[in-house]
């Protein structure tokens, strides 16, 4: 049974970095295929992806993002931890992992934590 | 903006059947597969279809996924009130370096 759960602050004062970890079990990080992923939600509006993780330590980044982003993983600890540096109030909103899984021919996000609700302001 | 381009709402009325569109391009719908996750209200996103038209283990066959070029589908068949939920389409873009593109998410109310 594959479970993640984000933890972090819920609380970020603009500027400062964003640190978020995501725990995960049922599944390695060292198994070739396997990757975790990071998308967000502002308030009231869509999922937006931010960042994925491959099992080969590969990473993609969202274009618009990649600047500020930093996606790592600690496989010992099942762990994948997200940064975003110099937050701003737009970076509000709830902040999920999800897993990499293989559907019948292609990957998706097959299951995902219950997120975690940043806020940033001062 | 969203890459994929989705209805904001759709509507239907119980046991009817509705259908929500997704909109891409080469680079995305046009080259890989399509997913679906429906996001009850406060709840986080779950996997609906995959692979264009793949249900997951446990997910009804009321639901069911089609593509055709760089555009996607989404049809519920027989409508039910806990059907009511925002709908995401997904793709694999192949653009830059790569990455992940969402649609803007269409709101399903059940009348």
């Known amino acids: 049974q594959i479970t993640l759960k984000e933890s972090g602050p819920t609380l970020v004062k603009p500027t400062q970095t964003l640190t978020l970890t995501c725990t995960f079990s049922?599944?390695?990080?060292?198994?070739?295929?396997?990757?975790v992923g990071w998308i967000r939600q502002p308030p009231g509006k869509a999922l937006e992806w931010l960042a994925l993780l491959y099992w080969d330590d590969d990473k993609r980044y969202s274009p618009s993002l990649k600047s500020r982003l930093t996606i790592t993983k600690d496989t010992s600890k099942s762990q994948v931890v997200l940064s975003l540096t110099n937050v701003d109030p737009v970076d509000t909103g709830t902040y999920y992992c999800?897993?990499?899984?293989?559907?019948?021919?292609?990957?998706?996000?097959?299951?995902w934590g219950q997120g975690i609700l940043v806020t940033v302001s001062s | 903006q969203s890459v994929l381009t989705q209805p904001p709402s759709a509507s239907g009325t119980p046991g009817q059947r509705v259908t929500i569109s997704c909109s891409g391009s080469?680079?995305?719908?046009?080259?890989?597969?399509v997913s679906w996750f429906q996001q009850l209200p406060g709840t986080a996103p779950k996997l609906l279809i995959s692979?264009?038209?793949q249900r997951p283990s446990g997910v009804p066959d009321r639901f069911s996924g089609s593509k055709s070029g760089t555009s996607a589908s989404l049809a519920i068949s027989g409508l039910q009130s806990e059907d009511e939920a925002d709908y995401y389409c997904a793709a694999w873009d192949d653009s830059l370096n790569g990455y992940w593109v969402f649609g803007g998410g269409t709101k399903l109310t059940v009348l």
């Open positions: 049922g599944f390695s990080l060292t198994t070739i295929g396997a990757g």
């Open positions: 080469s680079s995305n719908i046009g080259s890989n597969t």
């Open positions: 692979d264009d038209d």
């Open positions: 999800a897993h990499r899984g293989w559907g019948r021919k292609s990957w998706t996000f097959d299951y």
